[in-house]
């Protein structure tokens, strides 16, 4: 299986805040990767795929990048609505696997 | 705009067998270039795949559910079903349905079910 290392694993930052979220994948992965946001009761919401593309009506603030095993997603503007989990997730091969996840928390 | 509802049993005995069904509805379940994925997600952890369904029912499983799992397709009612057997407390989570868009160089999750609590308890 690949396994999926995201960090850090929690943060803490303000509205308006530029963060970074770090995702490696312990094989190559191309750009089979995906960033998923979740709010706590909700299902997963899919914001960047393809490791740098904005899924439909995500804002443009949202950003992803990387290739191979390094990855990374940007917020450039912390709105109070993104306070939630981030998680990263491999579509190379079988199975599919997912980071442990970041929690995003405001200051 | 296409939605997944899950549905089945929140309460399963020990060694008995969750049954879970997942209804598409606003589009069609049988058409090609998607595949059709359970995942599961523990309270207060993080997402398990369980595994996936294509249209014309090839299969794919997490090996480390894979002696457990079934999951079928009912073209007809235009909905899919995961069946996991011999259960115990540790498949205690919050379920969720999920179709994958698949791609030349793209796979991913685009529209998910809200999510269904199973609890494995006597």
């Known amino acids: 299986d690949i396994q999926m290392t995201q960090s850090p694993s929690s943060l803490s930052a303000s509205v308006g805040d530029r963060i970074t979220i770090t995702c490696r994948a312990s094989?190559?992965?191309?750009?089979?990767l995906n960033w998923f946001q979740q709010k706590p009761g909700k299902a997963p919401k899919l914001l960047i795929y393809?490791?740098?593309s904005l899924q439909s009506g995500v804002p443009s603030r949202f950003s992803g990048s990387g290739s191979g095993t390094d990855f990374t997603l940007t917020i450039s503007s912390l709105q109070p609505e993104d306070f939630a989990t981030y998680y990263c997730?491999?579509?190379?091969?079988?199975?599919?696997?997912f980071g442990q996840g970041t929690k995003l928390e405001i200051k | 705009q296409l939605q997944l509802q899950e549905s089945g049993s929140g309460l399963v005995k020990p060694s008995q067998t969750l049954s879970l069904t997942c209804a598409v509805s606003?589009?069609?379940?049988?058409?090609?270039?998607?595949?059709w994925s359970w995942i599961r997600q523990p309270p207060g952890k993080g997402l398990e795949w369980i595994g996936y369904?294509?249209?014309?029912?090839?299969?794919y499983y997490n090996p480390s559910l894979k002696s457990r799992v079934t999951i079928s397709i009912d073209r007809s009612k235009n909905q899919f079903s995961l069946k996991l057997s011999s259960v115990t407390a540790a498949d205690t989570a919050v379920y969720y349905c999920?179709?994958?868009?698949?791609?030349?160089?793209?796979?991913?999750?685009?529209?998910w079910g809200q999510g269904t609590l199973v609890t494995v308890s006597s």
């Open positions: 999920a179709r994958a868009y698949s791609g030349s160089y793209l796979d991913y999750f685009d529209y």
């Open positions: 606003g589009g069609s379940i049988s058409s090609s270039g998607y595949s």
């Open positions: 369904i294509f249209h014309s029912g090839t299969t």
């Open positions: 094989q190559t992965i191309s750009n089979y």
């Open positions: 393809a490791a740098s």
């Open positions: 997730q491999q579509s190379y091969n079988t199975p599919r696997t």
